[in-house]
């Protein structure tokens, strides 16, 4: 069922390839050219022509690329993850001997992590640094790519609490272990060897932890899948998947993975920036398009906000809504929250399954229940900027916001159909309410 060129298999290679949103936008942008796309500079103007394919990036940690249409410009049609996950970061003076003989790294918690997941496995160091090269500074991506450090947890004997409960100290509990008092200096000349720099010319640097642990394809069946970042480097791949597939058909295809969901999407390369809002008024710039062209271009337009979903627990299924729930392998899940934490209304409902009905890709609906927060995720915030009709949907997934994260073997093909589906359809609006898929 999951031969090595399964959908499933594919996915793991491009995680692989992703320890972090730099490398998760590096890996994006040879697979953008190796399709033909051309990279376009935020810094310059641009040329775009009719049957263009290109692409932009921001920060390195946030790309959106978009394909013109031969003919007939109405509207864009947006599919938009994120390339972010909850990790530690290291701090800028993180080598740490003050438990010597012991060298330990300084880190801070990145987003909203499930701590436990993190201990008592290898770990490695990825990111990117800026280093100095012929007169410039240059970035230059990281990854140690081999088991670094380690966060070890307390032996039971001495931490009886552990399993009552036990509340971590990050300060205290969550540094991790990286070598023995006679590494002193090891940090830096690593880093300085992982960016091929001199030590004295890396200026600074944006370091993560990451879980280098192999995905894994399990289950009777082979039903289940667990790898790190599944949220919502599963959205990310199978968005991808679609829009290099999806034939340009009178609208612009656009696909976008921003940067920093996990952390609120307040910062440059977030949905709360101008980026995604800036790439389609710079488009219909290019094109000759008149401002209020462009407002109409953009306002008949329609975006997917696929960020990944909750699948029941199986062990806490009465943390759910007992009707709006969703399970691995159940098709994609679209979201609703009545405080617009979702984008999902009636508008974008309908002709979001219209569509998927049209491509046979089975569907399921999630509400929390009532008196349950639940998250919030990228959909609404790029609203604020770039205002459509939206609808937000991902794959139901297990352990969220753990390292090592689980969801279901068909849902990546689901998910790939569903959305090769939504670009190759043309959703025309007729007026404010009405709307022809084509
Ligand atoms: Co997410």
Known sequence: MNTPSSPVQSFFDFVAHAPTAFHAVEETCTRLQAAGFTRLDERAPWRIAPGSRCYVTRNRSAVVAFCVPEQGLSHFQIAASHSDSP?????????????APYIR???????????????????????????RRKGRLVTRLVDFGRDALLIPNMPIHFNRSVND???????????????????????????????GAGEADVVSSDLFLYNRMPGS?????????????????????????????????????????????EVGSGSKQGADSTLLGDV?????????????????????????????????????????DSLNRAFMNGG???????????????????????????????VQHFSNRSDVAGGSTLGNIANTHVSMNTVDIGLAQLAMHSCYETAGTQDVAHMIRALTAFYGANILPHGDGEYAIE
């Open 332 to 362: 994609v899940v679209i979201k609703h929250n009545a405080n617009q934490k979702y984008t999902t209304d009636a508008v974008s409902q309908a002709i979001f399954s219209e569509i998927l009905a049209h491509a046979g890709v089975p």
């Open 217 to 261: 394809v399990w289950g009777a069946g082979n039903e289940f899948f667990s790898c790190p970042r599944i949220d919502d480097l599963e959205c990310a791949y199978t968005s991808l998947q679609a829009f290099l597939a999806a034939p340009a058909r009178g609208h612009v295809n656009v696909w976008a993975m921003l940067d920093n969901e």
């Open 87 to 99: 990790m530690f970061k290291l701090k800028p003076n993180a080598e740490d001997s003050s438990s």
């Open 105 to 131: 790294l300084d880190v801070e918690r990145y987003g909203g992590m499930i701590l436990s997941s993190w201990f008592d496995r290898p770990l490695s160091i990825a990111g990117r640094a800026l280093v």
């Open 165 to 195: 409960g036990y509340s971590y100290n990050a300060q205290v509990d969550l540094l991790p272990l990286y070598a023995g008092a006679e590494a002193k200096g090891a940090l830096a000349r690593e880093i300085a060897r992982a960016c």
């Open 280 to 320: 389609l008024a710079r488009v219909c710039a290019a094109l000759g398009m008149e401002d209020a062209q462009a407002r109409a271009a953009v306002s008949s337009s329609f975006m997917v906000s696929a960020d990944n979903a909750h699948a029941v627990h199986p062990n806490h299924p009465e943390k759910y």
